[in-house]
Each structure stands twice: as C-alpha cells, then as structure tokens.
C-alpha cells in the first residue's frame, strides 16, 4: 500500500521560504518519478515541480528560480524548497507519485498560505 505523507506547509510572510516534505512509503522509491502541484482558490490544479527517477528536474514558469525539487532516496522522501514567497503561491500543495508501472498516487496536502 503506497502512502504520501506531506508536512512542512504554514502561514509565512511575502519574501519568505518553507520546505515541504513527502515521505513514500510501500514503494520502491529510488524508481518513482515524484512531483509536486498545487490547487489554488478557485483554480485548477496545476504541476509545480518535477523530479524523475534519475534526478532530472522542470518546473512551472511562475516558480522558476525560486522553488527547488529534490529527493532523497535514502529517506524515500521528496522536497520542494521555496524562496522568495508570493501571495499568489497561497494554495494546497499535493504530493503525486508515478510509479515504474505508471501507478498515480497522490499525498493529502498541505496548506500553505502567504499573507502579511
């Protein structure tokens, strides 16, 4: 059985950063593609970030240069580090996995909310 834990949301300032988690578990972690997406007010869920098995890495244009994606394999956790915090990044982050044999799991979310 494949959960997603995500942890690390919150309320911070505009210009502020938070790092999301999302512990895999029932998994072979090391050959998932994992990503991260949000679903703001009103909007459509919408992809993120994006990390394959093999490190490679693409993002959304409205995070580029400020969000980052990682994963560490050991921990069978995936990161999404974020800077420079705009009130327009308020949403619900999801966690998503694709496995080797293209099964889709999703997390629960995470609120994160950027307001002054």
């Known amino acids: 059985q494949v959960q997603l834990v995500e942890s690390g949301g919150g309320l911070v300032q505009p210009g502020g950063s938070l790092r999301l988690s999302c512990a895999a578990s029932g998994s072979i972690f090391s050959r998932d593609a994992m990503g991260w997406y949000r679903r703001a007010p009103g909007k459509e869920r919408e992809l993120v970030a994006h990390?394959?098995?093999?490190?490679?890495?693409n993002y959304a244009d409205s995070v580029k240069g400020r969000f980052t994606i990682s994963r560490d394999n050991a921990k069978n956790t995936v990161y999404l580090q974020m800077n420079s915090l705009k009130p327009e990044d308020t949403a619900i982050y999801y966690c998503?996995?694709?496995?080797?044999?293209?099964?889709?799991?999703w997390g629960q979310g995470t609120q994160v909310t950027v307001s002054s």
């Open positions: 998503k996995m694709v496995t080797a044999g293209q099964n889709t799991y």
């Open positions: 990390i394959t098995s093999g490190g490679s890495t």
